[in-house]
């Protein structure tokens, strides 16, 4: 079993000319795997034409899963397991609970929305990272292209076309899985 | 190409002209139905009458007393002495009186919206803002409408202050009458904030300080908007950066200005009504009102100016950033609703919790006491909180006009229960003046937006604005 990738590599320089590279690789029918970039580019996605992230929506449900939490603790604490007096008001005094609530949502949505982000992009700590370049950590951006995936286009085209758009670099890396 | 300027035309005037009919005919509809006893609407008012009658110092006494309140502030009395039953005989709040607290709820609220133009576009500036470059004229000319503001703000203080403040009675301040006996109407707690009313004349006489400080608001916030108008007029015709930074000093100055005038103004304008009470958030909540109410307008114009082939650069990034403000100062605004409510909740302190009870335990008003909440906090912060909805037109206009007429049950509630108490009723007087002054203030705004082009032509942020991508 071969567990390794062929990638060519276009670098750049410039992330204007990296997003106008971006849609000119991708109309000339050239499967991109993924574009590696020091800082965060502006259109990036839209060009590269992800879809919408949902994590908005895991967000969404730990938030409620925190208000559900809360109002469940707070009300099974101080209106069922020792009803307390506070205050002079009901033992069950939901505009007392509000704070906590609030607290509780706000936090278990922010801890579960940054867990499901490390889950879903495989992140951890003892994770050994495969950099193509290690220039992307500096001031190149990187775009990878999986030779595997584009079977249908010559390799020497592909390398032409990166170099068309502007790569101031055409490289080849083989990366062991 | 024409479109680079808002066209007024005579449609959206024919339109605005019918609101504002239709809002006069409403009006007389409510005075008519008042006035012949077809209490559809002012059921409260037999309701008062028949209260205030067995209350012949009988056993209906207790009742009646819990029914009016304790501390009804907008009835002569101050009825923390019981047995003063005929004040309240003597004010039966019928049609007009609603007429003039509705006149002053609208003016709250529309000059609120104006000054919320000019904060808007003074925090552009002072913040050295891109992205809403293309949009700045809106908030401009809704500012447009502080003047006529001030000038009806100040005839309705001056011809109805008996209808809207207690603390305007002179025969509050004075502990024993001319001949000596002693004043039962006095009222100390009154007579203790009297100078921040009266200063420098004497207590009960005319309100000095209170209409100088709106005089001195007003003019201040004309003052600013004028010279921010006309930088701005200047900018567009000779061009260059300095008119930026000219506008960039005087934003500034505008904001130092709004952030003290604001709060003063909440507690003039709205916090002595219910003279006795006090709350140390109470000008950040009429500011969060305003504010949050304000930004929906803005948003809203934007939204109809796109939608009728204006404003063409305007992309669904500037709309996801309009909907963000609106999303999340709706979510401010529950934020000091509830710092104010939670506090006076846990304390519990009899003269602090009244103003809830008037509002929350009271059957009249707790229905809008709970339908405030619903529409500025429950309904946006569910409409827009997905990505998709601040960023599609629709999802934009409807969560806008709930906001909009949300902030406006926010004030009613505000003034209402301190002013006509049990005989306060919503109704078509309401709707009606509602309709007049909306129109007429759309007329002064839309007015003054055809006067220059839609968007800033020598504007140092054009290009930021353009490229502009979240």
Not at chain 1, 104 to 121: I, K, N, W
Not at chain 2, 164 to 190: P, Q, R
Not at chain 2, 421 to 427: D, T
Not at chain 2, 443 to 458: E, M
Request: charged share 20%; glycine share 8%; with cysteine.
């Amino acid at each position: 079993m071969s567990d390794s990738k062929n990638f060519i590599l276009g670098v750049y320089d410039d992330e204007d000319v990296l997003l106008h590279a971006v849609s000119k690789i991708r109309g000339a029918g050239i499967k991109i795997d993924e574009v590696y970039s020091p800082f965060p580019v502006h259109g990036l996605d839209d060009e590269l034409g992800y879809k919408k992230s949902k994590l908005p929506i895991a967000a969404f449900l730990f938030g409620m899963l925190g208000t559900t939490l809360a109002l469940t603790m707070q009300i099974w604490m101080l209106g069922i397991d020792w009803p307390m007096i506070i205050g002079g008001k009901n033992f069950v005094a939901i505009p007392d609970f509000i704070p906590v609530t609030f607290e509780l949502t706000v936090l278990l949505a922010a801890f579960g929305m940054v867990g499901t982000f490390l889950v879903s992009s495989d992140l951890k700590p003892w994770k050994d990272p495969k950099l193509l370049d290690i220039r992307i950590t500096d001031d190149k951006h990187i775009m990878a292209i999986d030779l595997a995936k584009n079977k249908a286009v010559d390799a020497a085209q592909i390398g032409s076309a990166l170099k068309d758009s502007g790569a101031v670099e055409v490289n080849d890396k083989k990366v062991e899985e | 190409m024409s479109k680079e300027v808002f066209d007024f035309s005579a449609g959206i005037k024919k339109k605005l002209a019918i609101a504002f009919i239709s809002g006069v005919v409403l009006l007389l509809a409510g005075w008519m139905l008042s006035s012949t006893g077809g209490h559809e609407e002012e059921h409260s008012e037999d309701d008062h009458t028949e209260l205030a009658e067995a209350d012949d110092h009988g056993t209906d006494h207790d009742a009646a007393e819990t029914m009016e309140a304790e501390h009804h502030e907008g009835d002569d009395g101050h009825v923390a002495e019981a047995g003063e039953h005929e004040a309240e005989e003597e004010h039966e709040k019928g049609w007009f009186d609603r007429v003039v607290i509705d006149l002053w709820i609208n003016n709250v609220y529309f000059t609120g919206l104006a000054l919320i133009g000019l904060f808007f576009f003074a925090i552009q500036y002072a913040a050295q803002a891109g992205w809403s470059t293309y949009i700045l004229r809106i908030p401009l000319s809704m500012a447009s409408w502080i003047l006529p503001a001030g000038i009806l703000m100040l005839l309705t203080f001056l011809f109805f202050n008996h209808d809207i403040f207690h603390w305007t009675h002179s025969d509050l301040y004075n502990e024993f009458n001319a001949d000596g006996s002693l004043n039962t109407h006095f009222d100390s707690l009154v007579a203790g904030k009297a100078s921040f009313f009266y200063a420098p004349l004497d207590a009960g006489t005319f309100p000095v300080f209170f209409v100088g400080r709106m005089v001195v608001f007003f003019g201040a916030w004309i003052l600013l908007f004028r010279k921010l108008r006309s930088l701005s007029n200047l900018e567009d015709q000779l061009g260059g950066t300095s008119y930026w930074y000219k506008m960039r000093r005087t934003s500034v100055a505008f904001l130092l200005i709004f952030a003290v005038s604001s709060s003063i103004a909440a507690w003039d304008w709205i916090m002595s009504i219910d003279v006795h009470w006090f709350s140390t958030m109470f000008g950040w909540y009429v500011f969060a009102s305003w504010f949050v109410a304000g930004l929906a307008l803005i948003t809203l114009i934007t939204v109809l100016l796109k939608e009728n082939g204006y404003l063409t650069q305007v992309t669904s990034n500037h709309l996801h950033d309009l909907g963000k403000f609106v999303f999340a100062f709706s979510i401010f605004w529950t934020y000091i609703w509830f710092s104010q409510f939670l506090l006076i909740y846990y304390a519990n302190i009899p003269e602090e919790s009244v103003y809830f009870v008037e509002r929350m335990m009271n059957d009249k008003y707790s229905t809008v006491f709970y339908v405030n909440l619903i529409m500025n906090f429950f309904f946006p912060f569910l409409v827009l909180i997905t990505r998709d909805a601040k960023r599609l037109n629709v999802f934009l206009k409807i969560a806008c006009i709930v906001i909009i007429l949300g902030h406006w049950v926010d004030f009613y509630l505000m003034v209402t229960p301190g002013t006509l108490g049990e005989s306060g009723a919503f109704g078509l007087t309401e709707i009606g003046l509602y309709l007049v002054f909306g129109s007429a203030f759309l007329f002064v705004v839309l007015k003054a937006l055809s006067s220059y082009a839609l968007v800033p032509k020598n504007h140092p942020m054009l290009e930021e604005a353009k490229n502009h991508h979240i």
